[in-house]
């Protein structure tokens, strides 16, 4: 079975379990037990770890919340921002494109009576500038924007809408999960005020995230979500776990020191789409073209003339990869980032997403596309 699905989720690194296990068994304090020993090491630990954490995203360490994931994440800071008592403004912009953690949050937020607006994308998934100008206004607390799509791999130009968004004292909120290790991330720098991302999309384990808040610039306050304990300043109650954020921390910096390995992701890439469409008639790319920097390296989602994609992953159980919108296979409709691009619903179920990863060999890549190929003629007669 060859692997071609890392952005539905990554292999745990084993220099990442390494580090994570001493404290599931010899140092199981509760960090929050600092009374005794126990609690210390692990508290210290935990510190240590949020501290690597913080640097590799370029925000002070007391900004960070540990979280379950980056669903967890966008919830916090989309319902935290707009919820704080504090906060006299009432509207969020997000972007049609965006993953269903931040889309049913948004949906939520809008039944709950709060303005809510949906800006477009063009046709490679970038968001359309102008309209997201012209939504800003003096009630816009919030905007979020994703950092790297999920599905056609797009990476907008981050940095000028947060310059955009903060010319109309709104904080920008951007959903890393599919940029964190694979491209540079940084709070400060980019000036991007609340960020969120998830372990086991940079080679760390499932079920431990984070979400920045505040990057020094400005003030950000959030109401919390999850209550009780204190924990974490308060910002999210309950016992963490040091094994999960040692993990996570471990993984960022492997991901953050090893980044240049995804220039050979890319070799892979390009190699599978030019097996792939020298001999598929009629493939074509979805989203931004492959020689761009405004795509994920990693990323290639294409569109067959013929057959659907669910059609053509089940002829081919030897590879993993996924149609539609498949972050989780439990949506049947068609990708709305795709029907977002302009595609008509037959386009959109036409076509699949491949994500190459660093655990992927040449060999791998020349073997998935040749029964890719075999599948696909098998299937269109
Ligand atoms: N945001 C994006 C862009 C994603 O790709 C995912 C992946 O599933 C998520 C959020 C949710 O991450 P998790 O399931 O780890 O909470």
């Not at 400060?188 to 609340?194: E, G, S």
């Amino acid at each position: 079975m060859i692997y071609l699905d890392h952005h539905a989720t990554t292999p745990c690194d084993r220099r990442v379990v390494e580090a994570m296990l001493p404290w599931l068994t010899d140092h199981f304090g509760n960090p929050h037990s600092i009374s005794h020993e126990f609690g210390r090491v692990a508290a210290d630990a935990i510190q240590a770890a949020i501290d690597d954490l913080a640097a590799n995203l370029d925000v002070p360490a007391d900004n960070v919340v540990i979280t379950s994931g980056a669903t967890e994440s966008n919830l916090l800071a989309i319902r935290g921002v707009l919820c704080h008592p504090r906060q006299q403004r009432r509207k969020l912009v997000t972007v049609t494109t965006e993953h269903p953690s931040v889309l049913d949050v948004a949906k939520e937020i809008q039944a709950d009576g709060f303005d809510v607006t949906f800006v477009g994308v063009d046709d490679q998934g970038l968001v359309d500038q102008q309209q997201l100008a012209s939504e800003l206004d003096d009630d816009t607390a919030l905007v979020s924007v994703m950092w790297a799509n999920n599905e056609i791999g797009t990476i907008p130009d981050i940095q000028a809408i947060a310059s955009l968004v903060h010319q109309h004292g709104a904080l920008l909120h951007s959903d890393a999960t599919q940029a964190v290790g694979r491209i540079a991330v940084h709070a400060r720098r980019d000036d991007v005020d609340l960020i969120s991302g998830s372990a086991h999309k940079f080679y760390g384990p499932k079920g431990v995230g984070f979400l920045t808040v505040g990057n020094g610039n400005r003030r950000v306050r959030i109401r919390p979500i999850q209550v009780g304990g204190g924990q974490q300043r308060g910002r999210r109650g309950g016992t963490m776990n040091p094994s999960s954020v040692i993990a996570m921390a471990t993984a960022l910096r492997l991901a953050c020191d090893e980044m240049q390995a995804e220039s050979e992701v890319r070799e892979l890439r390009d190699l599978l789409w030019q097996t792939l469409s020298q001999q598929i008639d009629g493939l074509k790319i979805n989203g931004p073209s492959l020689d761009t920097d405004s795509r994920l390296v990693g990323n290639l989602n294409v569109m067959v003339a013929d057959i659907e994609g669910e059609a053509w992953m089940a002829a081919t159980p030897e590879v993993a990869f996924s149609s539609g919108s498949a972050c989780s296979s439990v949506d049947p409709s068609p990708s709305h980032v795709l029907t977002a691009l302009g595609h008509s619903e037959s386009q959109a179920r036409r076509s699949v997403r491949f994500g190459i990863g660093r655990g992927n060999t040449e060999d791998e890549i020349r073997h998935a596309a040749g029964l890719l190929v075999e599948s696909y003629k098998r299937l269109s007669g």
